[in-house]
């Protein structure tokens, strides 16, 4: 077993069935773009069609709980990813806009049946956003393939209506 991050899958990944939306905010572009490739790149290589991966903007990661629930209630979408980078200022947005997120995204995914994918990146510095979205060589990998195989893995196990 690997000493921290995630375990090997447990069985072998199939999107070729699945419609997967990814809803991302417009903060932090350098990262988000990193993050939101990364996860595309993945759904593709998974099987997910290119036709079948929808993608969606919202101004901020603020907003991501609305746009996640309004690709969530198209019944022909099986999961949705939400992506965003909150990076921690000098005031208390930081912990109201992530807590809100989190708090908000658990919700969606009870009411709407479907699996929201938490694909925040809560940071404290641009540099571990960076490391996250696998901007900085041999420090970490892009956190958006990880987004990606649970939106897939979830969507195939516990699909609509759990
Ligand atoms: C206002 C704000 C700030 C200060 N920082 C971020 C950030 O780091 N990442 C992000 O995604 N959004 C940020 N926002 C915007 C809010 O999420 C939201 O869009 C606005 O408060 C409008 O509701």
């Known amino acids: 077993m690997a000493a921290s991050g995630r375990a090997k899958q447990d069985q072998q990944l199939d999107g070729s069935k699945l419609k997967i939306a990814i809803v991302h905010a417009r903060w932090n572009e350098e990262i988000i773009d990193a993050l939101v490739d990364g996860c595309v790149k993945r759904l593709l290589s998974v099987g997910v ?6 993608i969606e903007t919202v101004p901020g990661s ?16 099986d999961a949705v990813i939400a992506v965003g980078c909150l990076i921690k200022g000098s005031t208390m947005h930081f912990e109201y806009i992530s807590e809100a997120v989190s708090n908000k995204i658990m919700d969606i995914q009870f009411k709407v049946g479907k699996p929201i994918i938490f694909g925040l990146l809560t940071c404290l510095t641009l540099e571990q956003a960076k490391a996250r979205a696998g901007l900085i060589p041999g420090v ?20 609509a209506d759990f």
């Open 49 to 54: 069609k290119k036709e079948n991966i929808v």
């Open 140 to 159: 970490m990998h892009n956190h958006g393939v990880d987004w990606a195989d649970c939106a897939v893995e979830m969507a195939s196990k516990y699909g």
């Open 62 to 77: 603020y907003e991501l709980p609305v746009g996640a629930a309004a690709l969530a209630s198209d019944v022909s979408i």
